[in-house]
C-alpha cells in the first residue's frame, strides 16, 4: 500500500507488515476487526496508526511489539475474545490515544493465556479514553506494565448484545494480576 495506492482493508495490513513497519489508517468507518498475529521487536514494532478519526469493530492482537494509537473502537462482538475493544495477548504492547466504548467484554485487556508459559510483559496502555465498557475498562496480566493518564468512566455490569456474560460480571475501572506494574495519573470515575 501507499498514500496514492491505499489498500482496501486494516486487515490486508495487518498480514503484511514486517518489523518496523507504520499502517497509517485514513479517516473513515472500518466495518472490521483487525486481527494481529505478526509480531515486531521491542526496537522496531509493529505500529497501527489512525490518521485523523478512524472508527473500527477493535483489534485482537496475538503477537508481540504492535503499537495501537489513535483509534475509535465501538461495536465489538458479544465474545469473551472479541468482544474486548482491544485484546492483546503478547508483551511489548503499546496502545495509546484510543477511545473504546460500549465493549460488551470490556475495554482494554493485556492477556495471558493459562499453561502457555508465556507472561505478557513491559507493556503500556496510556492516554487512552474508555467509556460505557462492560464489566471493566482496562485489564492487565503479567509483569511490568505501565498504566498511565487514561480516562475509565462509566462501565457497566452487563452489556445488552451478550445474552449471558460470563458469571460474576461485575463493573471496574482498572483490574489487574500480576507484579511489577506501574499504575500513574489514571482518573476512574461514575462507575
Known amino acids: 500500500g501507499s498514500q496514492d495506492q491505499p489498500w482496501r482493508t ?9 518489523p518496523g513497519d507504520t499502517v497509517i489508517v ?26 485523523g478519526t478512524v472508527s473500527l469493530r477493535g483489534f485482537t492482537v496475538l503477537a508481540d ?12 462482538d458479544p465474545h469473551w475474545q472479541h468482544g474486548w475493544g482491544i485484546f492483546f495477548a503478547g508483551s511489548h504492547a503499546r496502545i495509546e490515544d484510543n477511545t473504546l466504548a460500549f465493549s460488551p467484554a470490556g475495554g482494554i485487556v493485556l492477556y495471558d493465556f493459562p499453561g502457555d508459559g ?7 496502555i496510556r492516554h487512552n479514553r474508555l467509556e460505557r465498557n462492560a464489566m471493566v475498562g482496562i485489564q492487565v496480566y503479567g509483569r511490568n506494565h505501565r498504566i498511565e493518564r487514561n480516562e475509565v468512566s462509566g462501565s457497566i455490569q452487563h452489556h445488552p448484545a451478550w445474552p449471558s456474560p460470563p458469571p460474576g460480571a461485575d ?9 511489577g506494574h506501574t499504575f500513574r495519573a489514571n482518573t476512574i470515575r461514575d462507575i
Not at 511489539?65 to 465489538?76: C, H, L, Y
Not at 471496574?172 to 500480576?178: L, N, P
Open 10 to 18: 486494516i486487515q490486508h495490513a495487518a498480514d503484511s507488515l514486517a
Open 26 to 51: 485514513r479517516p473513515g468507518s472500518y466495518p472490521e476487526r483487525v486481527r494481529v498475529t505478526r509480531s515486531g521487536t521491542p526496537a522496531a514494532p509493529l505500529t497501527f496508526q489512525a490518521d
Open 65 to 76: 511489539a504492535v503499537t495501537i494509537r489513535g483509534f475509535t473502537i465501538t461495536s465489538p
Open 118 to 124: 508465556l507472561v505478557p510483559a513491559d507493556g503500556l
Open 171 to 179: 463493573a471496574d475501572g482498572i483490574r489487574f494480576f500480576g507484579s
